[in-house]
T-cell receptor, first 112, second 118 residues
Framework: DQQVKQNSPSLSVQEGRISILNCDYTNSMFDYFLWYKKYPAEGPTFLISISSIKDKNEDGRFTVFLNKSAKHLSLHIVPSQPGDSAVYFCAAHLYNDYKLSFGAGTTVTVRA | GAGVSQTPSNKVTEKGKYVELRCDPISGHTALYWYRQSLGQGPEFLIYFQGTGAADDSGLPNDRFFAVRPEGSVSTLKIQRTERGDSAVYLC???WGAGGASGTDTQYFGPGTRLTVL
């Protein structure tokens, strides 16, 4: 039973433009949401997170938006750079229970 | 400093054999997690250690899978009587284990062990 879903397996974007990655979840008890980035042959690397009590968190070029009523979050990357080409995973966990439920990932390709 | 390391990076075995996968967490991290990533999917939780004890093993698929962390540092994931369906990348992650005011506990992942069961 997949509780975190990323319905777009891939995204191609021009360098300098905005990348928008989407994620939906089914468990309303999730307390924290995270985005991880993964390069080939490496483990996932933490990118940015957001608490369920917030609707936006920003860190440099990366902004995560949370819409609790819609059970939806998104990651915006502005501007996109070639080094952003990777697989991005959305993940979530319950309050005080840090094991992560992951989506299937979205492969981002930034074109020069 | 050194990140999470996992050995071997690749393991090929035959159906029915026993395998051990090793994880060296970041020094000082008390929490350690094992995940399994099958092709085209995201990582799936297997087991979580806080110190030496398995705090949550609800993700282990069956009793062929077992993990230990005897001294609260290095962990070994053990798979008995391997099946072709066990083929996946096995990821280990570690964290401070505190959570605390941040509300979350950032996990740092190793590069994984790719297990292939023939």
């Amino acid at each position: 039973d997949q509780q975190v879903k990323q319905n777009s397996p891939s995204l191609s974007v021009q360098e300098g433009r905005i990348s928008i990655l989407n994620c939906d979840y089914t468990n309303s008890m999730f307390d924290y949401f995270l985005w991880y980035k993964k390069y080939p042959a490496e483990g996932p690397t933490f990118l940015i997170s957001i608490s369920s009590i917030k609707d936006k968190n920003e860190d440099g070029r990366f902004t995560v938006f949370l819409n609790k009523s819609a059970k939806h979050l998104s990651l915006h990357i502005v501007p996109s750079q070639p080094g952003d080409s990777a697989v991005y995973f959305c993940a979530a966990h319950l309050y005080n229970d840090y094991k992560l439920s992951f989506g299937a990932g979205t492969t981002v390709t930034v074109r020069a | 400093g050194a990140g999470v390391s996992q050995t071997p990076s690749n393991k090929v075995t035959e159906k029915g054999k026993y395998v051990e996968l090793r994880c060296d967490p970041i020094s000082g991290h008390t929490a350690l997690y094992w995940y399994r990533q099958s092709l085209g999917q995201g990582p799936e939780f297997l087991i979580y250690f806080q110190g030496t004890g398995a705090a949550d093993d609800s993700g282990l698929p069956n009793d062929r899978f077992f993990a230990v962390r005897p001294e609260g540092s290095v962990s070994t994931l053990k798979i008995q009587r391997t099946e072709r369906g066990d083929s996946a990348v096995y990821l280990c992650a570690s964290s401070w284990g505190a959570g605390g005011a941040s509300g979350t506990d950032t996990q740092y992942f190793g590069p994984g062990t790719r297990l292939t069961v023939l």
